[in-house]
């Protein structure tokens, strides 16, 4: 079949003009750097008013996601990009289609390792080039799809070249639908580079995920969810952990606005180190999804969880959940509510979890049409706990995050934009030597095509 290059708007990438083709130029240079560095950085320096996505970060999230402002660009968890607005129709939905962008992003950092003593700042430079690939419905997702994203990411720092690095976003993900059953996979691998608050420094981690589900349906209103699931996380000079689990739900469609399903969810988690012993953990959920109005959604999990340390400890029992709400009260306005608990093994202090609740609010506002004014607010506490009878737990640390950007549509499949960043840590007195302030300004640009 005929390649097909579809511009959905709402794929997740802006979709741009071909006009500004040379920017590709910037991302013919081999690497590691050398020489060409200083060429590199004046390059973009000259394009610093039409620059792009930059990574503003506190990476705190779960396994693959990277807890900050919401960006443009490639997602950061499996499955995590946005559903499209429209999707292909007739005969298109079996082609193969295809897209291309470029992010390019700079901007000042007044404390590139978070620390608090020991404040250095440096002006960071990203060049992100990306591609999507696929069969079928690749930016609907509600028919069948095979679908692949990657996106490496080039970032240069003007006065310590010691932290220039390549970032690495691949993910492969399908759905196919035969008879009752709809299958779903998706693997992604990614090489995040940047500061993490659970090691209070920059740091890479390397994260792989697969995901294996299929949906089967009973009767008109009730279906059984069932998928298995591998994730590891890696951290240079730091802990790994690897986690295998799996998941089953029941699900009942009370009305065309709200579904119900109860589940288990049970798995195994391995750390690196003698003294981080195998964990095992279940949780008992309740989901609710629920259709208020055309303006009004609610998806919520609520649930208790179960962990148990090998018999070095007692279990450990506490409630989880994640919840997403969104709120459209006129054209051009979206709110958006998150939150989340979670367990999660340290990768800094050995034989210790942190237990996060967090919650994000943003907004985004659009005037004139081609105007975007967001803005966001985070704020996450994540208390530690004892795996082994002689780690000693006491640190408890809360995290704080505001951001507010502005983004112009010049035309089609371009963007440019400006935001502005402030992110801190406090805690008790065991959390003091994380505790850290930071303030980040920069420009953005990404163009599609």
């Known amino acids: 079949m005929l390649g097909v290059k579809d511009s959905a708007v709402g794929d997740g990438f802006p979709q741009p003009d071909n006009d500004p083709a040379n920017f590709?130029?910037?991302?013919?240079?081999?690497?590691?750097?050398?020489?060409?560095?200083?060429?590199?950085?004046?390059?973009?320096?000259?394009?610093?008013?039409?620059?792009?996505?930059?990574?503003?970060?506190?990476?705190?999230?779960?396994?693959?996601?990277?807890?900050?402002?919401?960006?443009?660009?490639?997602?950061?968890?499996?499955g995590g990009y946005p559903a499209s607005a429209t999707g292909e129709v007739g005969g298109e939905a079996r082609r193969f289609k295809y897209s291309f962008r470029l992010t390019l992003g700079a901007l000042y950092d007044s404390n590139i390792?978070?620390?608090?003593?020991?404040?250095?700042?440096d002006y960071e430079f990203t060049i992100t080039p990306g591609v999507t690939l696929g069969?079928?419905?690749?930016?609907?997702?509600?028919?069948?799809?095979?679908?692949?994203?990657?996106?490496p990411s080039f970032q240069f720092f003007a006065n310590h070249s010691s932290q220039d690095n390549i970032g690495q976003n691949l993910l492969i993900d399908g759905k196919y639908t035969t008879g009752k059953a709809t299958w779903r996979v998706a693997e992604s691998f990614q090489v995040l580079n940047g500061a993490n608050t659970d090691v209070g420094n920059r740091v890479t981690r390397q994260i792989t995920a697969t995901t294996l589900g299929v949906n089967y349906l009973l009767s008109d209103k009730t279906n059984i969810d069932v998928s298995a699931n591998f994730a590891y996380q890696g951290f240079h000079r730091?802990?790994?952990?690897?986690?295998?689990?799996?998941a089953g739900y029941f699900n009942y469609v009370y009305s065309p606005k709200l579904?119900?399903?109860?589940?288990?969810?049970?798995?195994?988690?391995?750390?690196?180190?003698?003294?981080n012993p195998d964990q095992t953990f279940e949780q008992t959920n309740l989901q609710v999804s629920y259709q208020a109005t055309g303006k009004i959604s609610l998806n919520a999990t609520v649930g208790v969880e179960f962990r148990q340390f090998s018999g070095v400890r007692s279990d450990y029992v506490t409630p989880v959940f994640t919840l997403s709400g969104v709120y459209q009260p006129f054209d051009g306005t979206t709110v958006t509510l998150a939150g989340f608990r979670r367990i999660q093994p340290s990768s800094s202090l050995v034989g210790q979890n942190f237990t996060s609740t967090g919650f994000t609010l943003s907004f985004r506002q659009r005037f004139y049409q081609r105007l975007y004014l967001t803005g966001s607010g985070t704020f996450e506490n994540s208390y530690y706990s004892a795996n082994v009878p002689q780690a000693i737990a006491v640190r408890n640390s809360n995290y704080l995050s505001g951001t507010i950007g502005l983004d112009y549509y010049v035309r089609e499949g371009w963007t440019v934009g400006a935001f502005y960043l402030n992110r801190q840590s406090f805690g008790n007195?065991?959390?003091?030597?994380?505790?850290?302030?930071?303030?980040?300004?920069g420009v953005r640009s990404t163009i599609s095509f």
């Open 24 to 78: 590709l130029l910037m991302i013919t240079s081999p690497f590691p750097m050398s020489r060409r560095r200083s060429t590199l950085l004046a390059a973009a320096a000259m394009i610093v008013a039409a620059a792009a996505t930059a990574d503003a970060q506190i990476l705190i999230g779960p396994l693959g996601e990277a807890a900050g402002p919401s960006t443009l660009g490639f997602p950061t968890t499996v």
């Open 113 to 121: 390792f978070i620390s608090k003593t020991n404040r250095v700042h």
């Open 135 to 151: 069969w079928g419905d690749v930016f609907g997702r509600t028919r069948n799809y095979l679908r692949l994203d990657y996106a």
């Open 238 to 246: 730091q802990l790994n952990t690897w986690t295998l689990s799996g």
């Open 259 to 275: 579904t119900v399903g109860l589940g288990v969810v049970g798995g195994l988690t391995t750390v690196t180190g003698p003294n």
């Open 429 to 441: 007195a065991a959390a003091a030597p994380f505790d850290f302030l930071d303030h980040q300004v």
